[in-house]
């Protein structure tokens, strides 16, 4: 075993009910890190054939645990869910804190790949040199949470580490995803439905094994730098200053500048509430998308009247007990107690910004109560909560336009804000009942059956809905949801993001307090940016890092954590390459699936056709073409091809990659 990472990965063969194990070269960890890189790694070279069936024996599943996690890293307990997607057709990932990730590598592996079918529901148990698979047949049509107390109840002990599907994965919805510590959930590109094709249950781990650290001392004192900042700032850290956003989302847009994202709230606000601190200010400066994307929160969702009940200290109130993922020193998680209303919860997890936003601003509902039966819902059953709320938004706007009946939603009156259709809707979807069956594989198919110009109201890149984040806001996401090898996703990068890094990298210079709407809407000079801060989060989700972690307000040491625990001494130039040689393997395994930009497009409301009439992104229309045109050239991609090119698959010494790509014929 090498320093860090365990050197071995899991094979479980699903057909033939046999495991083994393989030695990984450290040449491969030090091109690709661990993460989603090892998993593409893997995945390019044993996949069997292109254009597989997602839903097949041909498709490979990985678990896939960070380079760093269980070295005592900050920010290191996230876990990767690698495959071919079902929803968008390329590449699949999704992404999950808590303790499941650690896990992986205590069993003495860096990620457990599956391939095949099994006959019958059955799970993976690694419990120290025990490895098998059990059957599931018990296990199959309960819940999430409800199979892994059953699990327990099976082995005795309730202190193995579960990943498992619910009910929407059994079903094969494509936005499904895989919970773990009973609503944490791997959510995005309907992974959740490669498990359930595959009759996986769960992957269920208890490991003895410990991971070595190159320089322990070296490691310790990191850390507490680092630390030492983060408990800086508390006077922040207090009521006022979610209030105090609020009233700044509300007015600051009126003067047509945009304040440079501050990390130093951020962090607070983190702290505080979680993500869920900034749920009023982003219905107020126009960062939330609100009616399916045709609304303008100032004016259908006013802060002061609506968003500020699922925001800050409204739900702060119903916390219980804060928690943290593995080695994370912020814990913006909380356990919730919810005593009145309708929904009552002795214990369930706090709701996320995005969930609070797509079942709140984007289908026009400001019942808090309502929040927590959605997001327990979602978190139990397994289900992508972005993709869901956009699926009820979009059936709310067919129902608006007549498109879709009453009689055709099940007698649901899908009136925008009806909280109690909207639960039911989702019900319906997560079961696959009536016209939920139509929408559990997300809006893009859904529209595709429904017809009748429907088309106009799913709001999507590649399949993915989008997430609660708005291009007319962040013209940066108008590139990065329709570029990334995932499309439609939030958590790589955009402007904003790229303002609140701060690393030990030296690639992203001196930052303005703010910015004027002619140089946020200036896309000449956007691209090196856009590279530089998607290229860095490839090397944080390689070492398994939560990105929250570099936008603490101070310079994560994110490469010196790196050399600290593997023993390298690599310069932040080659780190930068390995994030590049990562998203470039992505983006070349689209092309191999037959997935380029041009299946990857934004719909165009999202980007301002027809522009808003009012509110803060009033008149905006995004050049998304320009600005990914920017970010494929910074790349050494061509974007008419849709590829890499040539010259930088090579540079990155990808030349079996170079070969499949410019193959003759």
């Known amino acids: 075993m090498a320093n860090a990472y365990m050197g071995k990965i899991l094979w479980v063969d699903l057909t033939a009910g046999k495991v083994e194990f393989q030695d990984i070269p450290d040449e491969i960890y030090k091109n690709y890190l661990s993460g989603y890189g090892l998993g593409a790694k893997i995945i ?183 630390l030492k900042h983060i408990n800086s700032g508390t006077f922040l850290e207090k009521p006022f200053l979610g209030g105090m956003l609020n009233q700044v989302g509300r007015f600051v847009w009126k003067l047509k500048v945009f ?58 109130a119903y916390q219980k007990k804060k928690y943290g993922c593995h080695s994370c020193p912020v814990q913006c998680g909380g356990i919730m107690e919810v005593k009145d209303g309708k929904y009552r919860y002795e214990e369930t997890h706090k709701p996320e910004y995005e969930t609070l936003s797509s079942f709140g601003s984007l289908i026009l509902q400001d019942d808090l109560n309502a929040i927590f039966k959605v997001n327990h819902e979602c ?78 109201f799913a709001i999507h890149a590649g399949g993915q809905e989008l997430p609660m984040h708005d291009p007319r806001y962040d013209p940066g996401f108008g590139a990065h949801y329709a570029v990334e090898p995932t499309p439609g996703r939030h958590t790589i990068s955009s402007l904003s993001f790229a303002e609140l890094l701060e690393t030990d990298v030296r690639f992203f210079g001196k930052k303005k307090p703010m910015t004027t709407y002619s140089e946020r809407y200036n896309y000449n000079n956007k691209g090196p940016i856009m590279a530089k801060s998607s290229t860095f989060v490839q090397v944080l989700n390689g070492a398994g890092l939560c990105m929250f972690g570099a936008q603490m307000g101070a310079k994560a040491p994110i490469f010196q954590y790196l050399n600290t625990a593997t023993g390298w001494s690599l310069s932040d130039d080659e780190y930068m390459e390995i994030g590049e040689r990562i998203q470039n393997l992505r983006i070349a395994y689209n092309v191999r699936e037959g997935v380029t930009i041009k299946d990857t497009q934004i719909n165009r409301r999202a980007l301002g056709e027809p522009p808003l009439e009012k509110g803060p992104n009033a008149g905006i229309t995004v050049d998304s073409e320009a600005l990914c045109r920017s970010y494929y050239k910074e790349m050494g991609w061509d974007y008419d091809a849709g590829k890499p090119t040539e010259k930088k698959l090579e540079q990155l010494g990808l030349i079996d990659v170079k070969d499949k790509l410019y193959s003759a014929g």
């Open 44 to 226: 390019w070279d044993r996949q069997k054939g292109d254009g597989i069936d997602p839903l097949g024996p041909d498709n490979i599943l990985g678990f896939c645990s960070g380079i760093l996690t269980g070295t005592s890293a900050f920010f290191s307990g996230r876990y990767m869910v690698v495959a071919k997607s079902p929803l968008t057709l390329g590449w699949g990932d999704a992404n999950s804190g808590g303790s499941f990730s650690p896990e992986i590598k205590k069993c003495g592996v860096d990620a457990i790949f599956f391939t095949g079918i099994s006959e019958k529901p059955v799970y993976l148990l690694v419990d120290g040199d025990t490895v098998e698979l059990r059957d599931a047949s018990g296990l199959w049509g309960l819940d999430a949470v409800e199979a892994e107390a059953k699990i327990y109840e099976e082995l005795g002990s309730d202190k193995f580490k579960v990943a498992g599907i619910g009910v929407a994965g059994e079903k094969l919805s494509l936005i499904s995803g895989i919970v773990n510590d009973k609503g944490r959930i791997a959510a995005r590109s309907g992974l959740g439905a490669v498990m359930g094709s595959k009759k996986l249950k769960a992957v269920v781990l208890r490991g003895k094994s410990k991971v070595a650290v190159a320089d322990k001392k070296q490691m310790v004192e990191l850390n507490k730098k680092f």
């Open 259 to 316: 304040p440079r994202d501050d990390s130093a709230a951020w962090k607070a606000i983190l702290k505080r509430y979680g993500t869920m601190g900034a749920t009023g200010l982003a219905a107020g400066n126009g960062d939330s998308p609100v009616k399916n994307w045709k609304g303008v929160g100032v004016v259908d969702f006013p802060p002061q009247k609506m968003a500020y009940k699922l925001s800050g200290e409204s739900v702060l």
């Open 379 to 456: 978190n139990i059953h397994g289900i992508d909560s972005i993709s869901a709320g956009a699926a009820v938004a979009f059936a709310m706007e067919c129902y608006e336009q007549g498109i879709l009946s009453q009689e055709e939603v099940g007698g649901l009156d899908l009136r925008w804000g009806n909280a109690e259709a909207a639960i039911k809707l989702l019900d319906m979807i997560i079961h696959r009942e009536g016209i939920g069956d139509v929408l559990a594989d997300g809006v893009k198919r859904a529209a595709q059956k429904i017809g009748k110009g429907s088309d106009q």
